[in-house]
């Protein structure tokens, strides 16, 4: 059973005016100013146009950069069924990305599909291997995605072994049960290795959604820790309307930063900006679910990811990506990998481009 949630009162007192302080009363700076990019290839292969402030057609690399992101990030999926977020697609993306200066992390799922908290399906090639045969694969696999990298020219930055590994990953196998964390663990240090081994400078991540709750964040970064894992960046998923409020969110980075000694970065956030839906897909959150007081609106969506920011920042965070802004409603661009063509768009009230492509004039990525 994870611990009871105990949470400093005075850090409680003090975290919602520090959430909300200006970036010129911040002692702290964001050097990792991100932007989850991986539906991006998809769209623009399918003609999608993105428009700048001035409404002038432009590349969205550029755009966002002009907007203060200086990294992205990439999912991986081993053999997704749409035949993107796979190895050469990521490949392929890297180029662009390195081609515009901006640093990159590569996002492993280790499946064929999404990972997340709920699900951590192992990809079909390795559904039947044992726990040290993954383990195996874990290296092999991160290894030649990080060398495939490195050989043209675009070496990560910085990989993520894990997408919101909240109770592991590779289920059953890597599954984190009766807090026994040694099989996960084992499967962690193969990632972190492989990489090393690409790369020595290539920071390795490990990502879960527990900024909702320090306890959570505690019981999983502990379970690691005690089994020997090493990592470099501790990254947390952090979406206002699953995972509590600024105060606590700044709470569980203080902790995790203090307790663990490494950078933290909010791997993921976003909010929306209308209460509409663009397609038939329904909408991942609705617009009527709502934060702080802000409106489902472009200036709301933009005061929301500042919050967000400010409060990483003031917190000792290192950095903050919003997650999949380009990911605007494409015919053809649909969630499921294995139906991309005849599923859509979730996200079409979250992305930071309205659904013609123009780009939200507010929002911005703040050191």
Known sequence: MKPSLRVVAAALVLALPLAL?????????????????????????LGAKYYNKAGTAADPYDIL??????????????NPASGYNNKAKVLQQAKAIKAKGLKLLIDFHYSDTWADPGKQYPPAAWSSHSLSQLGTDVYNYTYDVCTALKAQGTTPDSVQIGNEINVG???????VTSSNFAPLAGLLKQGYNATKACNSSTQVWIHTADADSD???RWFYDGIKAQGVVWDVTALSYYCMWHGTLANLYNVIADV??????????????????TANADSQSNSIPGTVLCDGQPASWAGQA??????????????????????????????????????????DGWDNMATFDWTGHVNPNLVWTP
Do not use: C
């Open 21 to 45: 302080a200006t970036p010129a009363h911040a002692a702290n700076t964001l050097t990792m100013l991100g932007a989850d990019v991986s539906s991006l290839q998809r769209s623009l292969d």
């Open 215 to 217: 306890a959570n964040a």
């Open 169 to 175: 990953m590779l289920w059953p196998k890597g599954q």
């Open 303 to 344: 005061t929301q990811f500042t919050y967000v920011q400010n409060t990483a920042r003031n917190a000792g965070a290192v950095g903050v990506f919003y997650w999949e802004p380009t990911w605007y409603a494409i015919s053809g661009n649909g969630w499921d990998p294995a139906n991309i063509n005849g599923t859509g």
């Open 65 to 78: 950069k002009a907007a203060g992101a200086n990294y992205m990030r990439l999912r991986i999926w081993n």
């Open 257 to 274: 930063k203090s307790r663990y000694g490494k950078p933290v970065v909010i791997a993921e956030t976003a909010y929306q900006f209308t």
